[in-house]
Nanobody
Framework: VQLVESGGGLVQAGGSLRLSCAAS????????MGWYRQAPGKQRELVAA????????NYVDSVKGRFTISRDNAKNTMYLQMNSLKAEDTAVYYC??????????WGKGTLVTVSS
């Protein structure tokens, strides 16, 4: 499975961005997916996760009410709609998928910079 993120960029505080994660390869084996982020000098953290059918989602408290994770299995793509962005959301955002056998795959990341 290969994962490619896109949609990052520079945005002012209060603005919005939509990240995409396109999966290719053995996509039939993909189960849960998630978005992680890593800010400079900090550990990578889980931002949001979604089950294979998209019926269950989870968010870190700091983004609840502002970010929405979704996926379109027909397009093998996962999204992260980010609204009301804050300076502390600045980070490299990574896409992660977990296969049915438990193998995890990561994308290379996309940079989100929020200016205050």
């Amino acid at each position: 499975v290969q994962l490619v993120e896109s949609g990052g960029g520079l945005v002012q505080a209060g603005g919005s961005l939509r990240l995409s994660c396109a999966a290719s390869g053995s996509t039939f084996s993909i189960n849960a997916m998630g978005w992680y982020r890593q800010a400079p000098g900090k550990q990578r953290e889980l931002v949001a996760a979604i089950t294979s059918g998209g019926g269950i989602t989870n968010y870190v408290d700091s983004v609840k009410g502002r970010f929405t994770i979704s996926r379109d299995n027909a397009k093998n793509t996962m999204y992260l709609q980010m609204n009301s962005l804050k300076a502390e959301d600045t980070a490299v955002y990574y896409c992660r998928s977990v296969g049915e056998d438990g193998t995890a795959y990561w994308g290379k990341g996309t940079l989100v910079t929020v200016s205050s």
